[in-house]
Each structure stands twice: as C-alpha cells, then as structure tokens.
C-alpha cells in the first residue's frame, strides 16, 4: 500500500495516498507517451492527441479523485497505439495496425520478440503495480474496491453517443448497479453497459483484478466532452468522490464488509498453502 504521492516507474506512475479507504483507482489509457525507440510511430502529433492515443481527460479525473477521496490511482504512462494495457497478451486489439481509420506504421509486421518486448516493458509492470498494492491490502485483510478510469469520445462512426457516462460490469455487477442509480438520480444519462460491454475477452484489466480476486469493483467511462478541460476534470472529481462513498456505503449496507474481508482472507490461505497442496487441487479440477 502506497504511501507516496507520485511514485513513476518507466510504465507507470502512482498518485494520491493511501490512508485507509477502500478504493484502488487504475487508469489503463491515462498516458500519451511513446518510448524514444519507437519514434512518433508514423502518427501525427495531431492523430495521437485523438481519443485513439489515450483516454482524453480521464488523467486530470484520476489524479484530483485520487486527492479528494483519498485513494491511491496507479496509471498507464504509454499511448494505447504503443499497446493498450487493458487487453490480454495476444488480444487482436492489443496492438493495432489501424485504429479508427488511422494507420499506425510501426505496429505493423512485428515480430514476436517485439511484441514480447512491450510485453515485458509496459504491460506486465503495469499490471504487476496493481498487483502488488492489491496483495498488500489482502495481506491486511483490508475490504477493497477496484475502480477502473475510462473516458469515450463523443462520437464513433457518426453516431452521437447520448450517455454522459458509462458504468461496464460482466460477472459481479453489485457495485455497478449501485454507482449507476447514484449517477442517475444526480441528473445525468448513464449508460448500463454502454457505450462498451465489459466481457471476458474485451477487457484485461477489471477481469484480472476484480473479478479473478473476487473483490467488489466497476468500470466508469466518462464521455471526453465534458473533461476535455480543467474545470470539467474537476467537476467530475468532484462527482465521483461524493459519489463513490455513498455507493460502498450501500455496498457494506446490502452485501456486509465482513464477507469482502472473509474473501481476502481466504485467498491469502491459498496463496500461503503448500505447493504439493496447490498442485494436488489443480490435478483435480
């Protein structure tokens, strides 16, 4: 559990402090770098500020949620076009040839060790920071809350998307439902699993961390319109730190926290279990 408040790595960079609450805010699509090695990839400084590049605006939510609840927010310093960290090691979309209709030269004929490469440089650390402050916090017993960042451009294929914000959920939809009444009832149009369904293949990151830990958790998309500046950064800052309390506070109320920490108590048994016993129960299933 992070005490920092801006830890960097070469993938990744950690905001906000933990003190205590349950939420664990992750940003796959907040970055816009691309390694020097790589160039501009043969995209236009113009084309990568585009929503292919990144997750317009959800950099500035993240960091000001993670300020005001407090909360730790691990985020993604790379563009998506470099790889999209919310995609499974060898996912059609991980890294894209085309996105959008624009080319992305140098994607396109890797080779395996290339992939490899930004496997091991940007994906799998990313993913590992999440994983580290997620072990510390079960090695506590501490009930916790995965919430995943994500911001949708306004308009895809001529269609005006009409939802100021998206709540995605597959498996475990508890704490989804919960955030998208809440929106809701503050006046906004909210999308139940739009404009993306979160599934087992479209996405990486809430299947790993949520779901596969069986730890309470949701995917938030804001439409990019409204934090394309500061002063909508901060209104929806504001709006997810009133708001994301009052939604674990039902939560706790309707499900118990005490189940939650049951859960992670349990894990921590079987990642502490012997080997021979881990492998004799693999050998069964």
Same mark, same amino acid.
């Given at each position: 559990?992070?005490?920092?408040?801006?830890?960097?790595?070469?993938?990744? /960079?950690?905001?906000?402090?933990?003190?205590?609450?349950?939420?664990?805010?992750?940003?796959?699509?907040?970055?816009?770098?691309?390694?020097? /090695?790589?160039?501009?990839? #043969?995209?236009?400084?113009?084309?990568?500020?585009? @929503?292919? #590049?990144?997750?317009?605006?959800?950099? #500035?939510?993240?960091?000001?949620?993670?300020?005001?609840?407090?909360?730790?927010? $691990?985020?993604?310093?790379?563009?998506? +076009?470099?790889?999209?960290?919310?995609?499974?090691?060898?996912?059609?979309?991980?890294?894209?040839?085309?996105?959008?209709?624009?080319?992305?030269?140098?994607?396109?004929?890797?080779?395996?060790?290339?992939? &490899?490469?930004?496997?091991?440089?940007?994906? =799998?650390?990313?993913?590992?920071?999440?994983?580290?402050?997620?072990?510390?916090?079960?090695?506590?017993?501490?009930?916790? /809350?995965?919430?995943?960042?994500?911001?949708?451009?306004?308009?895809?294929?001529?269609?005006?998307?009409? *939802? @100021?914000?998206?709540?995605?959920?597959? @498996?475990?939809?508890?704490? /989804?439902?919960?955030?998208?009444?809440?929106?809701?009832?503050?006046?906004?149009?909210?999308?139940?699993?739009?404009?993306?369904?979160?599934?087992?293949?479209?996405?990486?990151?809430?299947? +790993?961390?949520?779901?596969?830990?069986?730890?309470? =958790?949701?995917?938030?998309?804001?439409?990019?319109?409204? $934090?394309?500046?500061?002063?909508?950064?901060?209104? *929806?800052?504001?709006?997810? &730190?009133?708001?994301?309390?009052?939604?674990?506070?039902?939560?706790? !109320?309707?499900?118990?926290?005490?189940?939650?920490?049951? &859960?992670?108590? &349990?894990?921590?048994?079987?990642?502490?279990?012997?080997?021979?016993? !881990?492998?004799?129960?693999?050998?069964?299933?």
């Amino acid at each position: 559990m992070t005490d920092s408040t801006a830890e960097t790595a070469s993938s990744f /960079a950690v905001y906000g402090t933990d003190q205590g609450g349950p939420f664990v805010l992750v940003s796959d699509h907040a970055g816009r770098a691309v390694p020097p /090695a790589l160039g501009d990839l #043969g995209v236009s400084a113009e084309e990568r500020a585009r @929503h292919i #590049g990144w997750d317009i605006g959800i950099d #500035g939510v993240g960091r000001q949620l993670a300020a005001l609840l407090p909360a730790v927010l $691990i985020e993604q310093v790379y563009s998506r +076009l470099v790889i999209d960290c919310n995609r499974a090691p060898g996912h059609p979309t991980s890294i894209v040839s085309v996105s959008d209709g624009t080319a992305v030269p140098a994607n396109a004929g890797l080779t395996p060790e290339q992939i &490899a490469d930004r496997h091991e440089t940007i994906l =799998h650390p990313y993913h590992g920071r999440i994983t580290q402050e997620l072990d510390a916090r079960l090695k506590a017993g501490r009930p916790t /809350a995965v919430v995943a960042l994500h911001s949708f451009t306004p308009e895809m294929r001529g269609f005006k998307r009409p *939802w @100021h914000a998206g709540i995605l959920h597959n @498996h475990d939809s508890r704490l /989804a439902h919960i955030m998208l009444d809440l929106l809701r009832q503050d006046g906004l149009t909210v999308g139940d699993n739009e404009p993306y369904a979160l599934t087992d293949t479209s996405d990486y990151t809430i299947p +790993l961390h949520g779901e596969k830990r069986q730890l309470p =958790h949701l995917e938030i998309e804001i439409r990019q319109d409204l $934090i394309a500046d500061e002063a909508g950064q901060k209104d *929806w800052a504001e709006r997810l &730190a009133r708001l994301l309390p009052e939604a674990w506070a039902q939560f706790c !109320k309707v499900y118990g926290a005490s189940q939650i920490t049951e &859960a992670l108590t &349990a894990q921590d048994n079987q990642q502490s279990a012997p080997a021979s016993a !881990k492998q004799a129960g693999q050998a069964s299933r």
